[in-house]
């Protein structure tokens, strides 16, 4: 899916977004300023969705916040989706907020590592509160237990409340990934999140794949609690929890197709194993992270229709026929925005680089660059000549830090091997030029969540453009 033939667009001498000409947002909102779309939003949802129950048909769509909890933004995607992932209490508390608005059913996966006991309490609580007010049937929530320790807190709450939560077991693979190539790999055995499979020899002998043993490293040491077969059996045995699934992450932004085959044929294998085991009662797997985003323009990034159909070629082998529930934020967000922000000075050094200096920060701004080496596109908006020059750039923050600078390392392609060479300077079609506008595309996740006043510089403002309600939404920071 091609979202810049669908969102950028040239009009004479200027780029519009969504339609929208952003001469006009930065004379009405200054910069730097975020800018949604609301209809890609609604796109990316809706093609997420196709693509996966086409090979996939029991299928179901879930948010997943920690992303982007910007309140307006939640509100476009309830109507869309009905399961959200939620990781605290501030989030809990906008979907209610959301739900009483729309009077919708909303359900809710909690999944943090630590669960605080006023979070456990609203999670199990939430069915009975939220159906209650808004007079509709019951919508359910789920608590997503990562170790041990997680499920004992979680049972005591149960207990003195009374009430038998659904609970899902977060379970590690523990396939073998490169954490250079994949800096947010949350399924290798050295992963924080969730419990490792610790048997690893009934997934080998029930494989059709010699080569799983390469992907399913030996465990070295096996836990005596915080093993994935020990938290699943205590579950389904507990009489304060009612265990109804698995939850498994990959990581984020995983671009390397054989990783989410392998991933799916781990969690797919063990989803039966241990079924066989308890008697089916687990119904829900339950497949958060990684769909990525192509932000290096690399022919290799997997499709979501390659990723659904290798989940449909795993369930397919393993026999098993679960209720999927997609976690995705990302991949929702990511390309429905733009940072806006202004060329407030020009320099040269002493080898001969032309540097822009732009009224945004890295640290505060666009903290992915600094924590994650993240490729973005960079594009001049206004005063466009009409044959390209491609004048070269480097373009930095307006703080004193020598890491505030738009320069990714040289990455790797995680499929090709290739390497993906961003220098500092960036093509444009001229010269910049004081009060140049410059859009960083494709920032819509873990952006705005990360906003901070650093250097006592002021957050942007964040902007959302909807067709639907034909008005532009702004939002204070």
Known sequence: MNHNNILFKREKDTILFDDVNLRNIETKFGTPTYLFSADQIRRNIRFLREKMLKYNPQTSIAYSMKNNIIPEICTIIA?????????????????????????????IISTNIYKPNGLIEDVIEYPNIISSEINSKKCQSYLAIDSYQDLKNIEKVAQRLGIKPKVLIRVNPGIKMDIEETIFASANVTAKCAVVISNIEPIIKASNDPTIKIWLPERQFKPEFDTAER????????????????????????????????????????????????????????????????YAHCECVPT?????????????????????????????????????????ITKENSVGRKIAVLDLSTYSDLLDVLTAQWNYDYSLINELPDSDQKATWELVGGTNDTLDQLTPRIVKC??????????????????????DLIAV?????????????????PKPLIVIKDSKSEQIIKKTR
């Open 414 to 435: 995680s499929n090709c091997k290739e390497q993906i060479i961003k220098m500092k300077e960036i093509t444009f079609p001229r010269d910049l030029e004081i009060g």
């Open 79 to 107: 109507n869309e989706v009905d399961y959200f992932e939620t990781t605290s209490m501030l989030e809990q508390k906008i979907i209610e907020k959301i739900i009483l608005e729309k009077k919708k059913n909303i359900h």
């Open 231 to 294: 938290l699943v059996k205590e579950a389904y045995e507990s009489n304060y929890l009612d265990l109804v699934g698995l939850h498994c992450h990959l990581g984020s932004q995983i671009t390397n197709i054989e990783y989410f085959d392998r991933f799916f044929e781990v969690v797919t294998r063990f989803f039966k194993i241990m079924n066989e085991e308890i008697n089916d009662k687990i119904k829900i797997l339950d497949l958060g992270g990684g769909y990525p985003v192509d």
């Open 441 to 457: 595309k494709s920032t819509g996740a873990y952006t705005t969540c990360f906003n901070s006043n650093y250097c006592g510089r």
């Open 304 to 344: 979501i229709e390659d990723i659904s159909k290798s989940l449909s070629k795993n369930i397919k082998n393993s026999g098993i026929n679960p209720d999927i529930i997609i976690e995705s934020g990302r991949f929702i967000t990511a390309n429905s925005g733009i940072l806006l922000s202004k060329i407030t």
